[in-house]
């Protein structure tokens, strides 16, 4: 096989707009000049979006804004980081025709990652590539590859952590995935490991350079040229980003506007989607999928909400999946069958208001089926027990880490207790994670039917696979106030030490307990 030759060097630490401007001009550039280029760098602190994320989903703006910590959004997808100094970055361009046609944006990611890792290896660090694009040492994340592809060119950007200052992450970073370990739960902490952690297995960043190099030019058959661009060091913040969906700029969390949401957690990373309606309830006005996916082409989800805009509801999973049908996308991790439960989770709100709440009320449940079609009101008509949890109750109260409830009145807990108690649910106070993983193996084990709870929504993102696992359909109420996500206390309220306040929404919780019969032996 002939091989064509890439620049490649190395250029030192700047700002995060800076960088994105680079990447988008080399991306351009090695087009134009027919030509591959790999540049090492380094950011000033920053926040890099996932190019198809929402804002508000991924990082605490007033953190970021506070703290001086500039927002971009890069070319990939992927969710979103914490770029700092101690992260060496890479970004390797080249024109999309110097490819096979196999190279989907799939096989191509995985194939880059694998030369990472390869590379690592060879210099005594044991990573392995984690689908779909991290890469891990023991189970702990040591760095990430992702991948933009058009019908011009190819970007594979990649980070390696020399070092991390988790409690900056932690803050700048809305819900940094935990990953399921086979010794249990990985915190966010707990998640990372660096190559400083690795001790004598940590390679020079020179060496480690060297390495990464070799490794990909040998996997796209490139030969390396120790030759920058001519001026590359006047590259600049001047470039304009490229055009981004306004629906991702919005506040998606602003209880005035009347829209319908949904999020799926996929095996490719976290689907949403916000609907917006008309007045009357019957057609969709316009539709913004997000997430901290990878697609290609980079415009997948703005043709699919191009084919929801103007449809009728009953009509939207025809038109979404007749797109889906005439798209030649790539979506790993996901597929039209997700996509299309997305889209119903979206319109089920419509259901849900039917409870009598508001769009923002229903847009906080969060309903858990077991299959495709259960309502959030037949789930309701079958639970018997209700979780609360210990977050919610006062920190002063002696029955904080108690399961159970003087009911004195003094906070929406005691209120939730006499809800339940009045229709019979037996009411269980979840402690700490593995009580909650206890509590639902041992409903399991005696057929509880469903059953009705509170917790935040990155709790719910974050340990899906415990609620999955449970096999029981379940109606969940978004809480809000402090949460331990939004403190980066999420190690403490693991381990049920969390000592700030959440708040249950009384409203919501009477509206939705009105839907819960009494059982048959209440009094």
Not at 247 to 267: N, R, V
Not at 411 to 432: K, M, P, S
């Amino acid at each position: 096989m002939s091989t064509r030759p890439c620049r490649v060097w190395s250029e030192p630490t700047a700002p995060g707009s800076v960088q994105a401007a680079r990447d988008r001009l080399h991306l351009e550039g090695c087009v134009a000049a027919d030509e591959a280029r790999l540049r090492f760098h380094r950011y000033q602190p920053t926040a890099s979006l996932g190019r198809f994320e929402a804002v508000c989903q991924a990082v605490r703006e007033d953190y970021c804004a506070d703290a001086g910590i500039p927002v971009v959004r890069r070319l990939t997808g992927g969710g979103a980081l914490y770029l700092a100094p101690e992260q060496c970055c890479l970004s390797l361009s080249l024109p999309r025709h110097w490819l096979g046609e196999g190279d989907t944006l799939t096989a191509l990611m995985a194939r880059l990652n694998r030369a990472l890792a390869r590379a690592l290896q060879s210099l005594g660090v044991p990573a392995r590539t984690a689908f779909p694009n991290d890469l891990e040492v023991d189970g702990r994340k040591l760095g990430s590859g992702f991948l933009a592809m058009d019908a011009e060119a190819v970007l594979y950007q990649a980070v390696l952590l020399e070092d991390l200052d988790t409690e900056v992450l932690l803050k700048v970073l809305r819900a940094p995935r935990e990953k399921l370990s086979s010794q249990g739960i990985l915190s966010a902490r707990q998640r990372f490991i660096t190559l400083q952690e690795l001790s004598d297995a940590a390679p020079h960043m020179e060496a480690a350079k060297a390495a990464v190099t070799e490794a990909l030019m040998k996997e796209l058959a490139l030969e390396p040229v120790a030759a920058p661009p001519d001026r590359w060091m006047a590259l600049d913040q001047g470039r304009s980003p490229p055009a981004v969906d306004p629906g991702l700029l919005e506040d998606w969390s602003d209880q005035h506007q009347d829209h319908w949401e949904a999020f799926l957690s996929t095996a490719g990373g976290v689907l949403n989607l916000r609907l917006t309606p008309d007045a009357e309830g019957r057609v969709i006005e316009k539709a913004v999928f997000a997430g901290a996916v990878h697609v290609s082409p980079p415009d997948l989800f703005r043709s699919l909400a191009d084919a929801l805009t103007g449809a009728p509801l009953d009509a939207a999973e025809v038109r979404l999946i007749r797109r889906l049908r005439t798209e030649a996308g790539q979506t790993p991790g996901f597929g039209p069958d997700e996509l299309s439960l997305l889209l119903r989770l979206a319109l089920g709100r419509r259901s849900e208001q039917a409870l009598g709440l508001s769009n923002w009320q229903a847009n906080r449940l969060m309903v858990h089926r077991v299959t495709g079609n259960e309502t959030a009101r037949q789930i309701l008509d079958r639970a018997t027990v209700m979780l609360v949890p210990y977050c919610a109750k006062p920190a002063w109260c002696r029955w904080r880490h108690e399961d159970g409830c003087p009911e004195c009145g003094a906070c929406e807990v005691g209120e939730a207790y006499r809800l339940a108690r009045e229709r019979g649910l037996e009411v269980v106070t979840i402690t700490q994670y593995e009580h909650l993983c206890d509590v639902l193996e041992q409903m399991r084990a005696r057929g509880v039917p469903a059953y009705v709870g509170m917790c935040c929504r990155h709790f719910y993102l974050k340990r899906i696979h415990a609620f999955r696992h449970a096999g029981m359909p379940a109606v969940l109420m978004d809480i809000s106030g402090s949460n331990c996500y939004e403190l980066g206390q999420e190690d403490e309220a693991y381990e049920g030490r969390f000592t700030a306040e959440a708040q249950l929404d009384g409203e919501l919780l009477e509206k939705v307990m009105v839907w819960v019969p009494k059982l048959p032996d209440s009094s």
